[in-house]
């Protein structure tokens, strides 16, 4: 491996976004493409697995050659591909994989297979170019909530994940409940900034056997339990209070998890990655509690938080300098695990 810059082409589709970028040495984005289907789905309340396949299908030729024209260079310049093959939607992973593996077989390129978390974690890279492990990480989005230690590029150990919902997916159905649409996240984040955050005592969840996994079914449940109870006894509900209030006991377990598991490790970087890593609430209650226990905390754009092709291009630069190499053979894994 003597080339003097190596190009990463990233592609994903694991759920509701085409995407496409190219990655020069693993932290420098020469182009990163998104076309989001948020509009399409917001009719429907979520996505529409089926819908977000078509959708993939329209679109993926389209992300490709405009990512490869806006980094101006060619397929023939680039040195890997890099593409999510799970978890995910099934029917959405397959057109990313597809078309990933047409590319590869038709200008001989080495095939790299991402795990969608890694890609995740690996958004942190992009921007904070000091950033290397090992160090602390808390993946929080839609479908993941897991504290990870990153040992190296690429090998990290579970510390803690969830044993129920996802955050995100708690954040999606609290704002279903409330009234406020989807996607659920961004909206409770807008709301909550107009109500208070200690109105309402949800409950926080407490693991016995790992202090470190999360539960979010419980608090999602006493937000629809207190909903009910106002509806029956028709007292009018404050949807800015609830929201707060909900994103507060979320966010209170989020930082406390994480920072302890830093402390217990040893650790004095915590990088936090995913959709909801762009929660306001949860970067600043995550920024004073680093401060007060001086850790340097670590986190990307809110564009590279949410799904995107840059961090899936930059996690499989670091697996192909490593030697990863997939075939033709690579499928898409829905539930593909993460060790």
Do not use: W
């Amino acid at each position: 491996m003597n080339k003097e810059n190596i190009l990463i082409l990233g592609i994903e589709t694991s759920c509701d976004e085409t995407a496409a970028a190219v990655i020069r040495n693993g932290r420098e984005v020469l182009s990163n493409v998104i076309s989001s289907q948020i509009e399409l789905h917001k009719l429907y309340g979520g996505v529409v697995p089926e819908i977000a396949s078509r959708k993939h299908i329209e679109k993926i030729n389209q992300v490709i050659e405009a990512a490869l024209k806006e980094a101006n260079v060619t397929l023939d310049e680039i040195d890997s591909i890099g593409v999510t093959y799970g978890p995910g939607l099934v029917g959405a992973l397959l057109v990313g994989v597809a078309e990933a593996k047409a590319i590869s077989y038709a200008k001989n390129i080495d095939l790299v297979g991402v795990h969608h978390i890694s890609g995740h974690i690996s958004a942190n890279y992009i921007e904070n170019l000091e950033l290397q492990p090992p160090f602390m990480c808390l993946v929080v989005s839609g479908g993941h909530t897991h504290l990870l230690l990153v040992k190296d590029y690429g090998k990290y150990e579970i510390i803690g994940m969830t044993r129920d919902d996802a955050a995100g997916e708690a954040f999606d159905k609290v704002a279903r409940a409330i009234g406020l649409g989807y996607p659920g996240g961004p909206k409770i984040d807008i709301l909550s900034k107009e109500g208070n955050p200690n109105a309402i005592k949800f409950p926080r969840a407490h693991i016995e056997d790992n202090k470190y996994d999360f539960s979010f079914s419980g608090v999602k449940s006493a937000v629809l339990n207190y909903i009910n109870s106002c509806q029956m006894k028709n007292i009018e509900i404050n949807k800015a209070d609830i929201a707060a209030s909900f994103q507060n006991a979320v966010v209170e377990v989020l930082v406390n998890n994480a920072v302890h598991a830093v402390e217990e490790y040893q650790m004095d970087k915590l990088a936090i990655a995913g959709g909801v890593a762009s929660n306001t609430s949860l970067r600043k209650a995550m920024k004073l509690a680093c401060e007060e226990n001086g850790i340097k905390l670590y986190h990307p754009s809110p564009i590279f938080c949410t799904d995107n092709a840059a961090m899936i291009g930059v996690a499989a630069y670091y697996e192909y300098i490593n030697g990863t190499r997939h075939g033709l053979d690579l499928n898409a894994v829905p539930n593909l695990k993460f060790t």
